[in-house]
C-alpha cells in the first residue's frame, strides 16, 4: 500500500535475487556432496587394498633382502601371510621356520589369485627374497561384491605396481 510519507510506489512481484539464488545452489550442491559420499565405491576400496599390499609386499621383500631370510606371501582362507619373517622386532633371525602371522583384508569381499607368471615363480605362492632380482611375479585381487580386479605385478627388479590390466 502506498502511505502519502513513502516516496516509492509498491513494486510488482519479483523473482529471487541473486544472493538468493547462490544459497539455492549451495544448499543442493552439499546435498549432492553428501550423497555421493555416502554411496559406496568398490573400486576405490579395492584400489586402497592394492596400494595397501603392494606396500606390504615391497616391505617384506626389503627386510626379506636385509635379513636374508627367504619370505613367501601365501593367500590363507581368512587373509594371506608373510612365511619368513621374524615374528618379534628383533633383528636377529636365527630361524627360518618362524611361525607366520595372519594379516587380514581390510574388506571382507576381497580375494586374491596369484598368477604364476615364469616358470621360476612358486606356484600358489609369491617368492619375495632374499635374492635382489626375483622371478616376474604378479597377483590378481578381485572384488567379490563389484566383480572389480586390479593387478599387483613385478618384473622382479622393481617393486609391485598396481595396474587395471587384465593380462599379467
Known amino acids: 500500500m502506498w502511505a502519502a510519507g513513502n516516496k516509492h510506489p509498491p513494486r510488482a512481484a519479483r523473482g529471487l ?17 553428501g550423497v555421493s559420499l555416502a554411496l559406496r565405491d568398490n573400486n576405490n576400496r579395492l ?17 626379506s633382502q636385509a635379513t636374508g631370510v627367504p619370505v613367501l606371501f601365501r593367500v590363507s582362507e581368512n587373509g594371506f601371510v608373510f612365511e619368513g619373517l621374524p615374528v618379534n622386532n628383533t633383528n636377529a633371525v636365527s ?5 607366520p602371522t595372519l594379516q587380514t583384508w ?3 569381499d576381497t580375494s586374491v ?20 632380482l626375483i622371478p616376474a611375479q604378479a597377483l590378481r585381487l578381485i572384488s567379490r561384491e563389484s566383480g572389480a580386479q586390479l593387478l599387483l605385478r613385478t618384473d622382479g627388479l622393481r617393486g609391485f605396481q598396481v595396474s587395471s590390466g587384465a593380462t599379467p
Open 95 to 99: 630361524n627360518t621356520n618362524i611361525p
Open 47 to 63: 584400489d586402497r587394498e592394492a596400494q595397501r599390499l603392494a606396500a606390504l609386499l615391497d616391505a617384506a621383500r626389503a627386510q
Open 17 to 33: 535475487t541473486l544472493l538468493e539464488m547462490l544459497v539455492v545452489v549451495a544448499i543442493i550442491a552439499l546435498g549432492t556432496l
Open 113 to 132: 589369485q596369484v598368477i604364476r607368471v615364469s616358470n621360476a615363480s612358486p606356484v600358489n605362492a609369491l617368492l619375495l627374497g632374499p635374492e635382489p
Open 106 to 108: 581390510l574388506y571382507a
